[in-house]
């Protein structure tokens, strides 16, 4: 049976199909619904990790008790789990060990463009790169296979279009589970102290040295020779978008990246005259066949940036350089992202733009208020620098009378990896305020339960953290809860916390607007009386989706009422998404911002 299936999809089938049990990640686009769709098969079990590093771990864990464990993140959470990855390269897996990264070309949702097969040459472990949803469930069975034959954790790399684009897929039934597991005891190969250590990096160059003579006849490197002019070696999505423009030419379709098969890769370049590599980010490959000896174009006629088109790959062998994917001649309004009408966030930004602080930002939905007309957040680097950076700087700005950072930091990024830099403000007699946005899930990645929400992936009910009585046991003295829909009470609880030295930690508490499991309260949506409008635009500062400013000039005229000279429109809120929180209302001096009629067909 044929189903249409996304890449993440095809890879949370493929596990299942080959008898995996066990998957544990944090969520992160492109990589959330692998670990969302696992979930949802029968007798699994799957986890969200606090983060990637724990992630990895649990499944280092599962993998050396005999079992087959899938272990999922985005480019950058390989970062995060870097530690115990170089590690796990030399410990090998007992059992099998296969880790997914998510890689984001283009940026759609990331706040760098790595390219993470450079991991895997750092790492010295295997990398397989489908190129559709087909492939992705069947690499990930492969990867599998490739674990237990070399006793060794294997990549399972995409990218954005193959995690998210949607082919069909052939499903299986899943082979019988078998339980493998049992309690090894081998402290020479798992305790890496350095006398086991030096023993096992041998290990690891003649597992390379294996690998390398596999991928030499590893069937998914395929030849298709076709026209002898041109051949094209690629990988992953890019090969698609080749055979699209190209479909007559030669290729070397490579399924193993690393270790590359350089005896293939050298039998093919001598059956054409023109060799390309087509690849998006790094010359990860081109590179590693120039230092075969080979020659071959790359990166002299494609980008080193952005994902490729089939636009991109004609004109670049054609002979004209591109920089970036073209984009259409057609004026296209613009359309920045937005927080969603409602959103608790807004007013707390709202109140820290007004403010003269510098505030280190974190990676979250919240990070849209560094935008105009809010402006409330001045950097953003990564995962839980927020904490560490206001530390940072309050220490670098200490006694220069510049004043006093805020720090501010999600619910779910706090538990990732702001816990500890807390830890190091207060150990270090910190000067700075420290805001946490508790909106009680992970929402930017689109609701996923974290251990301050009491409830795991599974839906099971669990321990909730506490995250008042963490900063306590942290050393933080002053610990406050604000609603953010309150402004007055938001505007003055941080400025007390700034006039006070010392670390303080204020609790942003307010569910997100769109997670139903919290959604209490029946608000009714908000309209304007133009009869009271001054047309002062402070509600247009909120950048509120629902309210927006409507000009004299394209009013009737019998319907302008100026209270000024300076008067040019008023303000207008679309109540059908106005969701009632009253942010605005709260702002408007004129009392010009009431509530919608109940007669009015909200739903």
């Not at 070696?233 to 007559?248: E, L, N, Q, R, W």
């Not at 702001?418 to 508790?438: E, F, R």
């Not at 009910?461 to 933080?476: P, V």
């Amino acid at each position: 049976m044929k189903v249409l299936m996304s890449g993440n999809e095809g890879i949370a089938r493929g596990a299942y199909e080959y008898g995996i049990r066990f998957a544990s990640g944090y969520p992160g686009t492109p990589s959330t619904e692998i670990i969302e769709t696992f979930a949802q098969y029968p007798d699994v079990y799957a986890e969200w990790s606090p983060n990637e590093k724990v992630a990895l771990e649990v499944g280092i864990g599962a993998a050396l008790a005999g079992g087959r464990a899938l272990v999922v993140m985005k480019h950058v959470g390989v970062n995060v789990a870097a530690d115990p990855l170089f590690t796990v390269s030399y410990t090998g897996t007992n059992g099998a060990l296969v880790i997914v990264t998510a890689d984001d070309p283009s940026l759609h949702s990331s706040q760098n463009e790595q390219d993470n097969r450079n991991y895997a040459r750092f790492a010295k472990i295997p990398m397989l790169e489908p190129s559709d949803s087909q492939e992705a469930k069947d690499f990930v069975k492969l990867a599998f296979e490739m674990s237990e034959r070399f006793d060794t954790p294997v990549f399972l790399r995409t990218t954005t279009r193959v995690s998210h684009s949607k082919s069909l897929v052939h499903v299986e039934d899943p082979i019988p589970w078998e339980d493998k597991t049992e309690m090894k005891i081998n402290t020479s190969k798992y305790v890496m102290v350095p006398m086991n250590a030096r023993i096992r990096r041998v290990e690891v160059e003649k597992r390379t040295q294996r690998l390398k003579e596999f991928a030499e006849t590893f069937l998914e490197n395929r030849l298709e020779i076709n026209d002898p002019d041109v051949g094209i070696i690629t990988s992953g999505m890019p090969y698609h978008y080749a055979k699209d423009v190209f479909p007559k030419l030669s290729y070397l379709k490579l399924g193993m990246v690393y270790p590359l098969p350089i005896n293939l890769i050298r039998n093919f370049a001598s059956k054409v005259r023109q060799l390309y590599v087509i690849e998006e980010l790094d010359p990860f490959i081109e590179e590693q066949v120039k230092a075969a000896g080979i020659d071959v174009k790359g990166k002299t006629i494609f980008p080193y940036t952005n994902e490729f088109d089939p636009d991109v790959i004609e004109k670049g062998i054609k002979g004209k350089n591109l920089t970036t994917v073209c984009l259409p001649a057609v004026p296209i309004p613009s359309r920045p992202p937005n927080l969603c009408p409602g959103c608790p966030h807004r007013g707390l930004f709202y109140v820290l733009g007004k403010l003269k602080t510098f505030v280190t930002g974190d990676i979250g939905c919240y990070t849209l208020s560094f935008m105009k007309p809010i402006e409330g957040l001045h950097s953003c680097i990564c995962m839980g620098a927020s904490i560490g950076m206001a530390h940072g700087m309050g220490k670098a700005l200490k006694d220069k009378g510049k004043g006093k950072v805020v720090g501010v930091i999600g619910d779910s990024t706090f538990i990732h990896s702001g816990i500890t830099s807390l830890l190091n403000m207060s150990y270090n007699k910190s000067d700075a305020v420290i805001v946490i946005c508790d909106n009680r899930t992970t929402a930017m990645t689109g609701m996923q339960e974290h251990p301050g929400t009491g409830y795991t992936l599974l839906g099971e009910k669990t321990k909730e953290l506490d995250l008042e009585t963490l900063s306590s046991a942290l050393g933080i003295e002053s610990v406050r809860v604000i609603d953010p829909y309150d402004i007055s009470a938001t505007r003055t609880v941080i400025k007390e916390e700034l006039s006070r030295s010392g670390t303080s930690v204020v609790i942003s508490r307010r569910s997100c607007i769109l997670f139903k499991r919290h959604i209490k309260d029946s608000r009714k949506p908000l309209k304007i009386d133009a009869d009271k409008c001054t047309g002062c635009k402070i509600c247009i500062g909120l950048g509120c989706p629902p309210i927006s400013w409507q000009n004299f000039d394209n009013l009737p005229a019998e319907s302008i009422k100026r209270k000024s000279k300076k008067q040019d429109g008023i303000a207008f809120i679309d109540s059908n998404i106005c969701n009632g929180c009253t942010v605005c209302q709260q702002l408007c001096k004129a009392g010009a911002i009431i509530e919608e009629s109940p007669s009015h067909g909200k739903k």
